[in-house]
């Protein structure tokens, strides 16, 4: 059985990896030919960008406080407390806070929105495979859990700090190197924007 949930737990992490793969590329591919009505001198396309830059720190720093409270025990038991007692799918939340970091990166409030709308859309997917997966595992005692904690949008109110798993730092690092993929963004979208105001890439649309 363990060897089972432990193949299981392998298969959604590959799956949430992939995901934001092909997140990241689709991303890139808006990024390279769309540009911000909103000029890159204007007030407006700067205070964008600062906010992206951070959601994105959020986004990485939650990732790794979730990491601190699942730890490797998400087939192994219910994880109640910390971002746990908020919301039952912490890690994608603040993915999707990272990912719509990355679309202020345009400096365009329309693709924050729609860059975050993506991210979650997509992770709702794997949200509902592992639902599925857990309610098995865990019967009435994870059906309690949904019941109390929403899916996605954090209720704060619901905060308990419960206790940490153990530290596992090869886990915290895979979580780490995950989220440096957001940051490691802001850099390449720059050269991106570069070379669009000296033409060197062409803009093919643009949104406020």
Same mark, same amino acid.
């Given at each position: ?16 990896? /992939?995901?934001?793969? %092909?997140? *990241? ?5 808006? @990024? ?8 890159? =001198? ?78 979650? /859309?997509?992770?709702? %997917?794997? *949200? ?5 997966? @857990? ?8 059906? =309690? ?64």
């Amino acid at each position: 059985m363990s060897e089972r949930k432990e193949g299981d737990l392998g298969r959604y992490q590959s799956m949430r990896r /992939l995901m934001l793969a %092909v997140m *990241i590329l689709v991303m890139f591919a808006a @990024l390279l030919f769309g540009q911000s009505t909103f000029p890159p =001198d204007t007030t407006v396309h700067e205070v964008v960008e600062m906010v992206g830059i951070l959601l994105i720190f959020l986004g990485i720093v939650g990732r790794l406080w979730c990491t601190l409270y699942i730890g490797g025990r998400k087939s192994g038991e219910i994880v109640t407390g910390g971002p746990y007692s908020m919301t039952r799918n912490p890690l994608y939340v603040f993915s999707t806070l990272a990912a719509a970091g990355v679309g202020a990166q345009m400096g365009s409030i329309v693709a924050t929105v729609g860059f975050a709308a993506l991210c979650a /859309l997509s992770f709702h %997917v794997v *949200i509902r495979r592992e639902e599925r997966h @857990l309610s098995s595992l865990f019967g009435p005692e994870y059906q =309690d859990y949904v019941a109390r904690v929403p899916r996605f949008f954090p209720n704060i109110s619901l905060y308990q700090e419960g206790n940490t798993g153990s530290f596992k730092p090869k886990i915290l690092l895979n979580t780490l190197l995950d989220g440096l993929v957001f940051l490691v963004a802001m850099p390449v979208f720059e050269l991106i924007d570069h070379a669009q105001v000296t033409g060197m890439l062409p803009v093919l649309f643009r949104i406020p």
